[in-house]
């Protein structure tokens, strides 16, 4: 079985400040970890992801997330924060195989303040 | 290049009747899964189509059905709308030999009274 817990239901950061979401998952084999982003009203966009290999995994929009398996942790990080960052952010992973399906977060609502 | 497309944008039904919602892959994609999503939920899993059959499916009642054409395209139908399928539905595309990764469409807004 594959799970994922995203810390913070909220998370409110000032423009210019560091952007830290955290995701933590659960899965019986080496898993396929995704982050995406939600603007209101739309669907969702794909940040980054990791698969295999480096650990350190580069997105859009200057976004960037850190795969540490003794953690179990895949949490996103942006070091200074723009106002158009203010969206809802889901963590999502599968497990390979012939599970096909991605599992997701409850999601983490970023706010921007000036 | 054309991404997902989902139509319609918004749908308003009543218990009891019966929905389609329908998608269009990203140009070159073959697989097409749907997802629910509630408010304030992330994505739950519904269904994946693959070479027009059901590959894997959620923990979704029978209510929920779904078909894949051949120009890969696809279809979700809910039958007898309960008021707690009030929901975005989404639908993501991805290559069948891909990593996993999937690109979604706008969604279809189902409101249910």
């Known amino acids: 079985a594959q799970s994922v817990t995203q810390l913070g239901s909220h998370v409110s950061v000032s423009e210019g400040a560091l952007v830290l979401l955290r995701c933590n998952y659960s899965?019986?084999?080496?898993?396929?970890l995704f982050w995406y982003v939600q603007y209101p009203n739309q669907g969702l966009q794909l940040l980054l992801k990791y698969t295999t290999g480096a650990t350190l995994v580069k997105g859009i929009n200057g976004f960037e997330a850190e795969f540490k398996k003794s953690e179990t942790s895949f949490h996103l990080t942006k070091p200074s924060a723009h106002m158009s960052d203010a969206a809802e952010y889901f963590c999502?992973?599968?497990?390979?195989?012939?599970?096909?399906?991605?599992?997701f977060g409850k999601g983490t609502l970023l706010t921007v303040n000036p | 290049d054309a991404g997902v497309t989902q139509s319609p944008t918004h749908l308003i039904k009543t218990r009891g009747q019966q929905v389609t919602l329908r998608c269009s892959p990203k140009?070159?994609?073959?697989?097409v899964s749907w997802y629910q999503q509630a408010l304030g939920q992330g994505p739950q899993f519904i269904f994946q189509y693959y070479e027009e059959e059901e590959r894997q499916r959620g923990n979704f009642p029978d209510r929920f059905s779904g078909h894949q054409f051949p120009n890969y395209s696809s279809e979700l139908n809910v039958n007898a709308l309960l008021l707690g399928d009030s929901a975005l539905y989404l639908c993501?595309?991805?290559?069948?030999?891909?990593?996993?990764?999937?690109?979604f469409g706008p969604g279809t807004r189902l409101t249910v009274t």
């Open positions: 899965s019986s084999v080496p898993p396929y």
């Open positions: 999502a992973v599968s497990s390979g195989g012939s599970n096909y399906k991605l599992t």
């Open positions: 993501a595309s991805s290559l069948a030999g891909g990593l996993y990764e999937q690109y």
């Open positions: 140009s070159g994609h073959d697989t």
